[in-house]
């Protein structure tokens, strides 16, 4: 038996046999060419053949994981269609008098560097991107094929890495895993991976040898383990967690269609936390009540320049739609801090977690602002829409933005565009917030607390910074003190409260929530019916004050 380890992006235990993928291995040499206007050709007929392959990939990739993924491939073909990257090709051919590969494969290695060389992490991403779409090219260059080849049977793919074209193309219903030796938890890849729920390990330390072809295998998605030819012990220890893990899930299952309510009467509503459209299945699946935080953000982080109205309005419209009638929260654009963008041109800053992020962008650029507001009034006639704004400090800021949602308001009306009023709250995520939760309650529907960056702000701790991990406590008196205060405020002044933010899925807390008096608890969408069968075995009279 022989163990690898690596970093496991979606859980699961896999049981199958080992198929060894290897992209097709191209040496391209670099050839003369008497026939500058014919090896342009020769490109242009291959740069439009790879177009041709995305727009098939991105029709099969938004029926199995929803729009917001699926727009990978849509970037692909914009980048095909890059200028400058089409103009380096070009110009490389006609200059140098050198054949059509040696030209993309150049322009590949150039424009795939300048993108690693960049601090920013999503962009790091995109190197990737730019060699499987030249990868693209040369195949059809070459005549050879972009498939995957190993999708046609129930096997673990073992890969160097795979890339995003190459993901979606892996049957689901075949393919039980996949490990692979480099990868990024935040990559395409492993976003689509969890999409099609497919127990998957990055930063693997294995190696893509023939003679594990054919192999059996188990990868355990929990532990981010690889087993090749697992001993009897090892095989009988891995198919008792995997039962444990169904008969874990099935057990909840049966808790789907029943009331989120205590031994002694208290309903709470359960809400599940979303980046995008690919995650309303999961929503749906584990029952929840509504989305209670739709990062609206990972719209501008997926796309190559900012998304359009009608994208946003898209994307908006289609959750809305298969919630079919229950409440989405919408979070309006919250970039910066970690979150950084290269479109955006922001500046570098020192301590960008206090500086120029989230609603502070929006208001100093409103037209951007306006733009997202006025898709997700559009889409609020297609479900019941309800807007959120992040980081928010004064009631100035909440007057400012109601000002602009009725300039926007005004503008739909003039136009005819149909709308409908939607409920507005805010996120209590800094200590100025919470001292005048009283004040801002006036103000808006409801509030939300994102407890991790409370956490921060209020104990001066970079959430980021490893080395303060043990003292970084979100059980803290001083935050629970904050919640309390904010579901008092709230309440006194009519209106609901409820947390989006990491600690709403603590089991350990949820009787404090409970006793606090919380409306509702957004979480991600696994966490959704273990915290229901928590709050059905609560009788809050019998709950202690943790203070």
Known sequence: MKVFNGTAVFSGISFGKISIYKRNEQLIKREHVQDVVEEIRRFEEAKNSAIEQLKELYEKALKEVGEAHAQIFEVHQ???????????ITATIEDQKVNAEFAVASTADTFANLFEAMDDAYMKERAADIKDVSERVLNVLSGKSSDTGTANEATIIVADDL???ETVQLDKEKVKAFVTIHGSTQS???ILARTMNIPALINTNIELLEEYNGKEAIVDGFTGSVYIEPDEATAKSMKKKQEKDIATKTLLLQLRGKESITLDG???????NIGGVEDVPKVVQNDAEGIGLFRSEFLYLNSEDYPTEDEQFMAYKEVA????GKKVIIRTCDIGADKQIDYFNMDKEENPALGYRAIRICLDRKEMFKTQLRALYRASMFGKISIMFPMIISVEEVRRIKEIIAEVMGELDAEGTPYRECELGIMIETPAAVMISDLLAKEVDFFSVGTNDLTQYTLAIDRQNHKLDSIYNPHHKAILRMLRIVAENAHKAGIWCGICGELGADITLTETFLKYGYDELSVSPSMLLALRDKVRRTNVAEVKDLE
């Not at 208290?266 to 599940?272: M, V």
């Open 78 to 88: 914009m980048m095909l269609d890059d200028l400058d990257y089409v103009e380096s």
């Open 163 to 165: 890339a995003p074209s």
């Open 188 to 190: 395409h890849t492993a």
């Open 266 to 272: 208290q309903k709470i509503h359960l809400y599940a």
């Open 321 to 324: 739609e298969k919630m079919r």
